[in-house]
């Protein structure tokens, strides 16, 4: 009988450990979604000002996701796929442009977009086909660094077979 009543308590105990990870699993889920849909919509820098600048080349024909892949790992966010929702939830939705930008962890990444998206990229863009422009040193570095990066891309995917 002493049996029993210990199997009946241990067969308890261990649906009452599986419910509560149930309910620890439910609220860590849910947490996780508040968490990152609060990140969507709120415009917070990276750091407070003055924050680190940083020169960042964004090339033609990048997806929002490359964008935000490319300034999270010069560190000016958090999450390049964050980025791409938040591009998805702006006004600046397929309103990036390609050019060199001089970004800072104290801005917000809207205050990051409403740069890439300015007219000002296009009065660049057309600076570099006028035959007497010279492109600074660092400019002329960075727009070496994403062609290789674009070279490079192009060969994983030659190399991939596609």
């Known amino acids: 009988m002493t049996r029993k009543i210990l199997q009946e308590i241990l067969f308890i105990a261990v649906r009452v450990a599986i ?43 990048k997806s929002d ?32 442009k390609p050019g060199v930008y001089e970004l800072s962890t104290a801005m917000t990444p809207y205050e990051m977009m409403a740069v890439m998206a300015a007219s000002d ?18 400019e002329a570095n960075l727009w070496d660094e994403a062609d290789d990066t674009i070279k490079e891309d192009k060969t994983e995917t030659k190399e991939d077979g596609n």
């Not at 508040?34 to 000002?49: L, P, S, T």
């Not at 560190?75 to 309103?95: A, C, E, N, R």
């Not at 600076?127 to 040193?137: H, S």
């Open 19 to 61: 419910i509560v990870a149930i309910i620890y699993a439910g609220y860590s889920c849910i947490s996780a979604c508040y968490d990152f849909g609060f990140k969507i919509f709120a415009d917070e820098a990276k750091d407070r000002a003055p924050g680190i600048v940083k020169t960042v080349a964004i090339v033609d024909g």
């Open 65 to 96: 996701k490359e964008i935000g892949d490319i300034l999270a790992e010069k560190g000016l966010i958090d999450s390049g796929f964050l980025f791409m929702v938040q591009v998805k939830f702006s006004d600046y939705k397929d309103q990036l």
């Open 121 to 138: 990229a296009d009065e660049d863009a057309e600076n570099t086909d006028d035959e007497n422009y010279v492109p600074t040193k660092n």
